[in-house]
């Protein structure tokens, strides 16, 4: 028995989130073999066409790669590619095109999972302009001085919640977190600006998204000191 | 001539069949006497299985056995049904670790799915007359909060009764689809569905004909039935002389019905006066004293709403209107505690007993592939891992996410040179593995040796829009993969569900030793009741605690006899402990009779409580 164990997670690798096993790659038609290009459906015989590997969130829901996403037209987007390619639509199709739905309609769902929350959103959008598979990851370094400071809110969290409750403990949170989430939403609108402006290759860039990568990595710590307060009442 | 999906409403208390007509409008299927509703009742006798409102009027017979609220067991082991059985009034068994009734005339067991089958069937009969065509799909409704199993064991009364299940879908959803789609609105909408055994909330986006499910959350143990039970148990506490009476089961039947019949007067009047003569009883039941013993279900509700809206991430305010379903919601202190909750109008306009019935008949429709222009996004009620060190789980898959999913994780050994993996499936929102339903468990071998840690091994969720659940390992260097498709651990296999249908509705073959076995079993589970409630209320005055130990014992090799399949052992274990007992039991007589006898008394003291 000694060599069977139960799985471990695997804490050292990067976690894949993005899946890899399309078996076509999305420029001609798996089944008239035309030209499809990006197309979800193919223009010649109207059969849906698998998603490829190199799509991400963003272009699976025909978006913008942006961090400020119009809420409305983010769900639109969500609501109109659930009705091309939602199984549920695809009944009476061939055995072939209903795993291709499946595929397809499970990325899409993830990608609006993904990109609805927009901290969930952010964690994605640096991943993949730096080209690395994202993950909300919580090894992320914080600078030490951050880690102090969260460990002295933590400590005054406790005696808040043992001395005047859960509703003050939460106040007391608050004062840290909204400041943070306001300073992440204006991250958001600067960094589009330079998606937008062409100094895609710059040094702000990347600066940019490695603050934003801190601010995030902090309100997550953050949100967990809150959510024990939530648990605790 | 057009192929036909219907939609079931299979309910604890009532079931429905409704289909959707060449005009586009749902409509439910009456029987020939034109009702619409079919009780979820099924009756045993010698003379033959009835179905429906003739069943139910054999309440009362002592030569049949009655079965209702059957949906309380669906999907689960014997074990876990302990609180039901002891609420219900006919014998359930274990049979093969699967709670059954025994159908002696007919030598055999009922389990939930085929009680389940034997009312679906009924609902088949009845449209297939109406329509004049054979009907063999179906879209079946289920609680929110129902897991796999008892997801599975519906789809297995399904296939019992000769219907291809296409979708099993969740009561809220479905209510929801039939309001929506009647008033056209577009919004954020909560459905809030009580029902006889069973709470389901859900939060759902409806735009331009796309129904996306938000959030659900739900309670499979809080229902009408709850607060009849709370009547009675009030009503027992007040009179010490009724509760020794209700020992008796017919008697708790007859409490529990006139409980009902109060309550649900209570919401045309403000008090109502009870009265049982033949248990010499009276009393008047006011309002604010229903409410005040339902204020604790009204909580448990709320917070599975509170549940939902975050999970939802949306706050009372953001919800445009809440929708009523559910015999229950009729209650009026959960319409006020509902209603002061979001501060928003209330939409109980459509009757609630068919709205359920009607949602399915339109998600049947869209199944059938006539209709592009509705869709139903359906969210995963339970979240789905698996278990890794230390008995930890690991979610993929969060509970509401919406379906079609795809989760995939890497993981790696514990153990130097490890080259098998054990793949633990796992159900449920608690944080150790043995505190979750445990789903399905595989290995993965041939794992290359390697240190621990080293190995990549890609665990695969995926859910198809059925919610269907296959998982897959791969070791990422070999390639070596391993897989399952989620079959329940309670549940009927392929083999089982084919045989029962082929037995079904042919004569169940003259088998001595199962006959006896049966019987045996039968009584002997009666015997253990009633004597299990009889240690419970005597004392050591009249049961001394050797006799009391005594037939401790007896008990337990009775019940090892059970588990065994030789009938004459449990009958000669059951004779046994009858005959320790009927001392206990002319004493227990004795004075219930005299209970009776006083019953005139009995109603003088238990005067009026407001
Ligand atoms: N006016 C009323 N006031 C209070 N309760 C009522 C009223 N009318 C019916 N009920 C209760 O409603 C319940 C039945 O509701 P319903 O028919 O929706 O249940 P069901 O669909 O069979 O069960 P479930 O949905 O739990 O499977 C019963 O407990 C009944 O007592
Ligand atoms: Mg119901």
């Known amino acids: 028995m000694s060599d069977t164990g139960t799985a471990e997670k695997n804490r050292s690798q990067a976690k894949l989130l993005h899946p890899d096993n399309r078996e076509h790659s999305h420029s001609v038609c798996w089944n008239c073999e035309k030209n499809v290009g990006d197309e979800d459906v193919c223009p010649s015989c109207v059969r849906v066409q698998p998603f490829g590997p190199e799509r991400d969130y963003y272009s699976i829901l025909g978006l913008p790669v942006r961090l400020a996403l119009d809420p409305r037209l983010l769900v639109a987007a969500y609501h109109e590619k659930s009705r091309t390619f939602h199984p549920d639509h695809h009944v009476e199709d061939s055995e072939k095109e209903q795993s291709i739905t499946l595929g397809n309609a499970s990325l899409v769902n993830l990608a609006f999972r993904t990109l609805r929350d927009p901290f969930l959103r952010a964690h994605y959008f640096i991943g993949h302009v730096k080209g690395k598979p994202a993950r909300p990851n919580r090894k992320a370094v914080l600078s030490s001085t951050a880690l102090m400071e969260i460990m002295d809110l933590k400590e005054e969290r406790d005696s808040l919640l043992s001395s005047q409750g859960p509703a003050a403990a939460e106040q007391r949170l608050r004062t840290v977190i909204d400041p943070i989430e306001r300073d992440i939403f204006h991250s958001f609108e600067e960094i589009d600006a330079l998606i937008e402006s062409a100094d895609k290759e710059g040094d702000t860039l990347s600066k940019a998204l490695d603050i934003l990568s801190e601010r995030l990595e902090k309100r997550s710590y953050l949100q967990n000191l809150l959510k024990e307060v939530k648990e605790a009442s | ?610």
Request: charged content about 25%; hydrophobic content about 40%; some cysteine.
């Open chain 2, 1 to 610: 001539m057009n192929r036909i999906v219907v939609g079931i409403d299979l309910g604890t208390t009532h079931s429905l069949v409704a289909y959707r007509r060449e005009d586009g409008q749902v409509e439910v299927i009456p029987d020939r006497e034109g009702r619409l509703l079919l009780p979820s009742v099924v009756a045993l006798s010698k003379d033959g299985v009835r179905v429906g409102w003739s069943a139910r009027e054999r309440i009362n017979d002592p030569e049949t056995t009655v079965i209702y609220a059957a949906k309380r067991l669906m999907g689960r082991s014997f074990a876990e049904t302990e609180s039901e059985r002891r609420s219900l009034t006919y014998p359930v068994v274990d049979h093969k670790g699967s709670p059954a009734v025994p159908d002696p005339s007919r030598n055999r067991f009922l389990t939930p799915p085929e009680i389940g089958a034997l009312v679906l069937r009924d609902l088949k009969t009845r449209a297939e007359e109406f329509l004049s065509q054979e009907v063999s799909e179906a879209v079946i409704t289920v609680p929110a909060y129902f897991n796999d199993a008892q997801r599975q064991a519906t789809k297995d009364a399904g296939a019992i009764a000769g219907l291809k299940v296409l979708r099993i879908i969740n009561e809220p959803t479905a209510a929801a689809l039939a309001y929506g789609l009647g008033s056209g609105k577009d919004g954020l909408f909560a459905i809030f569905d009580l029902g006889g055994g069973t709470f389901d909330f859900s939060l759902l986006d409806i735009r331009k004909g796309i129904f996306e499910v938000r959030a659900t959350s739900g309670d499979t143990h809080l229902g009408g039935e709850d607060f009849d039970r709370a009547i009675v148990s009030a009503w027992l506490e007040e009179n010490p002389k009724l509760a020794s009476l209700a020992e008796r089961s017919e008697v708790r039947d007859l409490l529990r019905k006139e409980a009902e019949r109060a309550k649900i007067a209570l919401s045309l009047k403000p008090e109502v006066e009870v009265a049982i003569p033949a248990l010499g009883f009276r009393t008047s039941l006011t309002r604010s004293r229903m409410n005040a013993l339902v204020e604790p279900f009204v909580d448990r509700t709320l917070s599975c709403v509170r549940a939902a809206l975050s999970d939802g991430g949306t706050a009372p305010a953001d919800v445009d209107g809440v929708i009523l379903v559910g015999g229950s919601t009729r209650f009026l202190r959960f319409k006020e505690a509902v209603a002061a909750f979001f501060g928003k109008p209330l939409f109980d306009s459509v009757d609630p007993d068919l709205v359920v019935a009607e949602g399915a008949a339109v998600q049947a429709d869209i199944l059938s592939g006539r209709r592009k222009d509705l869709l139903l996004l359906d969210v995963t009620p339970l979240s789905l891992g698996i278990e890794t060190i230390g008995g930890v789980t690991s979610t993929l898959i969060p509970r509401n996410t919406t379906i079609p999913a795809q989760a995939k994780e890497l993981f790696t050994t514990y153990v130097d040179g490890q080259t098998n993996v054990d793949i633990h499936v796992l159900q449920g929102e608690r944080e150790m593995a043995k505190d979750n339903r445990s789903l399905a468990r595989f290995t993965l071998s041939g794992v290359p040796p390697l240190p621990a840690g080293t190995p990549r091994i890609e665990v695969t969720f995926q859910i198809d829009a059925n919610g269907i659940l296959e998982v897959t390992a791969r070791e990422q260097t070999t390639g070596t993969m391993s897989n399952v498709v989620i079959q329940p651990s309670y549940g009927l296999d392929k083999d089982d569900v084919r045989s029962l249908l082929k037995e079904a509705f042919s004569h169940a073959q003259e088998d001595f030793a199962t006959r006896l076995l049966v019987d045996a079993k039968t009584e002997a589970q009666t015997v253990l009741n009633a004597t299990e409630r009889a240690l419970e209320k005597v004392g050591s005055d009249i049961l001394p605690d050797a006799d009391r130990e005594a037939i401790r014992n007896q008990m337990k090799s009775l019940r090892t006899a059970m588990e065994g399949t030789d009938g004459r052992k449990v009958r000669d274990e059951t004779q046994a402990l009858d005959r320790l007992t009927q001392p206990l039991a002319e004493r227990l007589m004795n004075q219930s009779l005299s209970n009776a006898l006083s019953g005139m008394a009995l109603s003088k003291e238990g005067g009026s409580h407001a």
